[in-house]
């Protein structure tokens, strides 16, 4: 199976760029649907590339190159080097995901927003779609953090139908900066300091975006409430303290390793123009990947 633009597989590259960049399981999955898809001449890696050396980076690739995943720190700055970008993209701020198109100009997107909305929506969060769609209360939503991956939080919420979103941040000024995603995705917001953070998981989904060890120490001070879904973005090491007392308690839990896989099937199937991505096979090696770490 080739890309829709006929382009020869044997030219195809894409890789995941970030700083750090050794330990991302991205070229795992990649390179198992592209195996699974007959992309045979497809080739998936990873590059380590600080914020000031991806413009460069990007203007340097050649013709054979499909596309690019983005992870820390570089979603502010891949957007902003996009020559256009996806409605979502621009509403979250960040981007993940660089695709070269035809005419040789680079799109910008943000694949962690519909993978988050299908994490999330498997696990019965957001109002029913259709016609037939019965009556619903807007989803409660909380999100833990203020960064790039908490704006993909956000727009995630929108699209499963929150209106408002509890966001829980340790500085003001990065809730200020989440008040202006929130007006571009018509959502509104309600603060919460770092310090009262407990109060805010009476919600039907709390998704944590913050970085490892920040919230350890709210696994012994919540009380997890029936019905509740945990999502944290975190997989290493797993799982985290909060994630642990959440499997004690009952609830649901996902991790960054069910959200790692999600976006990335959005992603493949914007390189390689593949109508749909082999699930299966791409879980399968992310799997055995985490099992043989």
């Not at 695709?99 to 109002?127: F, K, S, Y």
């Not at 997989?235 to 996902?254: E, K, S």
Request: proline share 6%; glycine share 10%.
């Amino acid at each position: 199976m080739q890309s829709q633009d006929e382009t020869p597989s044997s030219t195809r590259k894409a890789a995941v760029c970030g700083k750090p960049i050794a330990h991302s399981l991205s070229p795992v999955i990649h390179n198992a649907g592209y195996a699974a898809s007959g992309l045979t001449g497809w080739a998936y890696e990873a590059i380590e590339c600080a914020e000031s050396e991806l413009p460069d980076l990007v203007a340097g690739l050649g013709p054979e190159w499909a596309g690019l995943s983005l992870t820390m720190p570089l979603k502010e700055t891949a957007l902003r080097i996009a020559d256009v970008a996806s409605p979502v993209a621009i509403a979250a701020g960040v981007a993940n995901t660089l695709v070269r198109q035809p005419d040789g100009a680079w799109h910008a997107d943000n694949t962690d927003v519909g993978g988050m909305v299908r994490v999330l929506r498997e696990a019965g969060i957001g109002l029913s779609r259709g016609r037939h769609a019965v009556k619903e209360a807007p989803p409660r939503i909380t999100v833990l953090g203020g960064g790039g991956t908490a704006r993909a939080a956000l727009a995630a919420s929108a699209e499963l139908g929150a209106e408002t979103v509890t966001v829980v941040t340790r500085r003001p000024e990065a809730f200020a900066e989440l008040e202006q995603v929130a007006v571009a995705l018509g959502i509104r917001l309600e603060g919460v300091a770092f310090d009262d953070a407990p109060s805010a998981f009476e919600a039907d989904a709390v998704v944590a975006t913050v970085p490892k060890g920040a919230a350890d120490h709210l696994a012994d001070q919540v009380s997890w409430r029936a019905g509740s879904v945990f999502f944290d973005a975190l997989y290493d090491p797993w799982p985290t303290p909060l994630a642990a007392a959440a499997i004690a308690q009952g609830v649901p839990v996902f991790s960054g390793l069910d959200l790692l896989l999600a976006q990335a099937l959005g992603q493949f199937e914007q390189f390689t123009g593949v109508a749909q991505a082999p699930e299966e096979a791409m879980r399968a090696a992310l799997d055995e990947a985490v099992r043989s770490r």
